[in-house]
Every structure is written in C-alpha cells, then in structure tokens.
T-cell receptor, first 111, second 114 residues
Framework: DVKVTQSSRYLVKRTGEKVFLECVQDMDHENMFWYRQDPGLGLRLIYFSYDVKMKEKGDIPEGYSVSREKKERFSLILESASTNQTSMYLC??????????FGQGTRLTVV | AQTVTQSQPEMSVQEAETVTLSCTYDTSESDYYLFWYKQPPSRQMILVIRQEAYKQQNATENRFSVNFQKAAKSFSLKISDSQLGDAAMYFCAYRSSGTYKYIFGTGTRLKVLA
C-alpha cells in the first residue's frame, strides 16, 4: 500500500514563527502536492511538485514556499506564520495517471 | 478554468438505505478523470471510486457506484446499504488528462443514522 506520512498531526505555533511541515511518501511517486482544507472551501492547492527540485504554484501560494530535495520528501514552509494560516494541511502524492494518495493531515494553529 | 461543485453541504441517510451525493463540474476538456474521496473523522482521505471520462460504463466498487453523465457534466455517487462506517466527508474531484492538478469540490458531510 502507498503510504504518505506527514510529520505532525497537530502543531501550535506563534505568529511570526517559521514553520516546516514535512511529508514523505514511500512509493516513488513523481508528483507531490500540498493542499489546505478549510470548512466550506474544500481543498485548495498551495503548491505541487512533479520532480525533484521542480515546483509550481497552485491556487493559493501566497505566504508559503516548498522544498523538494529528494523524490520522497516534500516540505511546506510558512516563512512567517500568521493567524490566517490556521488550517488543516494535507499532503498527497501520485503517479502521472493514478489517483492522489493522501497523508493523515496536519492541523496547524497559529496563535 | 475548471470547477467542481457539490451543492449539498450535508446529507443524512438511515442505516441500510441508499443515498446519492451530487457533483457537477465544468470543463472544456474531453479527456479527464473524476474521483470520489472519503474523509472519515480520523481525517485520512481515501479514494472511493474513479471514473475515466472516455469510459461510458459507470464505475462500481462494491456498495459504491457512480452515475456519470458526460454531456450534463454530472458525476453523482450512490451508496447502497449504508453503514455507520460510511459517515464521513465526501469530496468530488476532477483532473484533466495530462495535467497534475486535482480540483476538489467543497465536500458533502454524510451522516448515517442508526
């Protein structure tokens, strides 16, 4: 089975902190994604990566950056966390022609 | 731009009954994929069913089936013999062939009543 693992299920950070959310997949998938999930808004794409060191902005990239130094790992970085970034963050991976496989999610609270 | 619309924020079904969740989408593409995902309270999103647009036959996975109407751009999910474990958020998703990006609807929360 494909396994996508996010490093934390719950995080509480202070405004202005630099925050790293880590995601690792074990199935050699080329594509990896970071989504943000908010009630009534569904899942919105922040960034995705289709290869090592390759990345593209999604629909809501402002305030976020990403890093993909190895194929199995995709990191989401909040350079200076703000309260409006309090949300559920979902990582996913896929091959070119398969469905996306998701991690368990990270609930981030910025205080 | 492609969009996915789920017009039912919440639905309820009696255990053992059948329920249908609605999804419509907008695209000018002819080749694409459609998905239904389930997100139980434990939060891990899992695939329920997928449909390739070029296939006329509706996909089926055990108690889950879809009604895919390509001309109407409609993709509904039918759950038969509903079980308590079916209670979850359900998301409809679209991906155009040859692209990486998945587009999700806003979700439908399904409650199953004992």
């Amino acid at each position: 089975d494909v396994k996508v693992t996010q490093s934390s299920r719950y995080l509480v950070k202070r405004t202005g902190e630099k925050v790293f959310l880590e995601c690792v997949q074990d199935m050699d998938h080329e594509n990896m994604f970071w989504y943000r999930q908010d009630p009534g808004l569904g899942l919105r794409l922040i960034y995705f990566s289709y290869d090592v060191k390759m990345k593209e902005k999604g629909d809501i990239p402002e305030g976020y950056s990403v890093s993909r130094e190895k194929k199995e790992r995709f990191s989401l970085i909040l350079e200076s966390a703000s309260t409006n970034q309090t949300s559920m963050y979902l990582c996913a991976s896929s091959l070119e022609d398969t469905e996306a496989f998701f991690g368990q999610g990270t609930r981030l609270t910025v205080v | 731009a492609q969009t996915v619309t789920q017009s039912q924020p919440e639905m309820s079904v009696q255990e053992a009954e059948t329920v249908t969740l609605s999804c419509t989408y907008d695209t000018s593409e002819s080749d694409y994929y459609l998905f239904w995902y389930k997100q139980p309270p434990s939060r891990q999103m899992i695939l329920v069913i997928r449909q390739e647009a070029y296939k006329q036959q509706n996909a089926t996975e055990n108690r889950f089936s879809v009604n895919f109407q390509k001309a109407a751009k409609s993709f509904s999910l039918k759950i038969s013999d509903s079980q308590l474990g079916d209670a979850a958020m359900y998301f409809c998703a679209y991906r155009s062939s040859g692209t990486y990006k998945y587009i999700f609807g806003t979700g439908t929360r399904l409650k199953v009543l004992a």
